[in-house]
């Protein structure tokens, strides 16, 4: 069973939907053609793609970033879905949240692991490799920087490419986790709270 997040975030009503998807009538070719393009790749549309519909040209640009992310990446699965529950957890994000954390136990994490990640502690169970990534994502979310020590650390766990993929995967899910707070998109689980704050441990 997986740790969910709940649908409050920082304290704010997450009922009402800012951008909401416009009404089938209003729908212009461009966002007609984008909805049928996230709806191909992906299986359905919904999530961040609402309000980024309204802007259908930028929707379909970060679209393809995350296709190439999480379905042509040679990242591991579970190096990947764990940088995207550290980014989901630091944005106090929800709908990221809930659907990536099934996704990371598929890939073979730890439940404890996805446990610690929600409650922002630095995971005891994951090996050095695994923790090179997490310390990445923490430091450069939490601090805006890099230290040599933790990217020393991280380079000798991943070539350039691997390293720049988690890095970049964690900049694609910041930015539509800050689409998705701003848009007020509620998680569809049923969960109706996520603490404000966090004692973090990291």
């Avoid at 379905?71 to 995207?84: A, G, K, N, Y």
Wanted: aromatic share 6%; glycine share 6%.
């Amino acid at each position: 069973m997986t740790t969910p997040l709940t649908t409050r975030a920082g304290g704010h009503d997450m009922s009402a939907e800012r951008f909401p998807t416009p009404s089938d009538e209003t729908l212009t070719a461009l966002q007609r053609e984008a909805i049928n393009a996230v709806a191909g790749s992906r299986g359905a549309f919904g999530g961040p793609f609402v309000p980024l519909l309204h802007s259908p040209r930028l929707m379909r640009a970060i679209a393809r970033v995350g296709e190439y992310l999480r379905f042509e990446s040679d990242l591991p699965s579970s190096i990947f879905e764990m940088t995207v529950l550290v980014t989901a957890r630091a944005w106090n994000q929800p709908f990221e949240w809930n659907h990536h954390a099934p996704l990371a136990i598929k890939a073979g994490l730890d439940p404890a692991c996805i446990a610690d990640l929600a409650a922002q502690r630095r995971p005891t169970n994951l090996d050095p490799t695994h923790l090179a990534a997490h310390d990445v994502v923490v430091e450069l979310i939490g601090t805006h920087q890099l230290d040599d020590e933790t990217f020393a650390t991280a380079a000798s766990a991943f070539d350039e490419a691997a390293l720049i993929e988690i890095i970049a995967t964690a900049g694609y899910y910041s930015a539509l986790a800050m689409i998705l707070n701003a848009g007020r998109i509620s998680d569809e689980t049923g969960s109706d709270q996520l603490p404000a704050s966090i004692e973090r441990s990291w």
